[in-house]
């Protein structure tokens, strides 16, 4: 059974950095698409960036040059540094193995993906 758990979230200034992480247990990260989602208080969850297992990857148009995902599948970790954090950003950001990693963030989902219980990044002065 697919499991991850986040950890990295935290309180950080605008124009700061933060590195979340994703371990994934019960699977071999290797062979799965993984994605990072979040939910900012009073909104829709939406997709914020993807990666499938050939290393290629997605981003919302939002933290484009922003943020960037990548994996470490001897750790079976995947981690999204976030640069240039804004208010905006504030949210609980979820991991999610086994999405669907293409383009569009619309169509990620799938009712095979494997969430994690969320980390809060909380972006203010």
């Known amino acids: 059974q697919l499991h991850v758990v986040e950890s990295g979230g935290g309180l950080v200034q605008p124009g700061g950095s933060m590195r979340l992480s994703c371990v994934g247990s019960?699977?071999?990260?290797?062979?799965?698409?993984m994605a990072w989602f979040r939910q900012a208080p009073g909104k829709e969850r939406e997709g914020v960036s993807c990666?499938?297992?050939?290393?290629?990857?997605h981003y919302v148009d939002s933290v484009k040059g922003r943020f960037t995902i990548s994996r470490d599948n001897a750790k079976n970790t995947v981690y999204l540094q976030m640069n240039s954090l804004k208010v905006e950003d504030t949210a609980v950001y979820y991991c999610?193995?086994?999405?669907?990693?293409?383009?569009?963030?619309?169509?990620?989902?799938?009712?095979?993906?494997?969430w994690g219980q969320g980390t809060l990044v909380t972006v203010s002065s």
């Open positions: 019960g699977f071999t990260l290797d062979y799965y698409a």
């Open positions: 999610a193995a086994n999405v669907e990693c293409m383009a569009n963030p619309d169509y990620w989902i799938n009712p095979d993906i494997a």
């Open positions: 990666i499938n297992s050939r290393e290629g990857t």
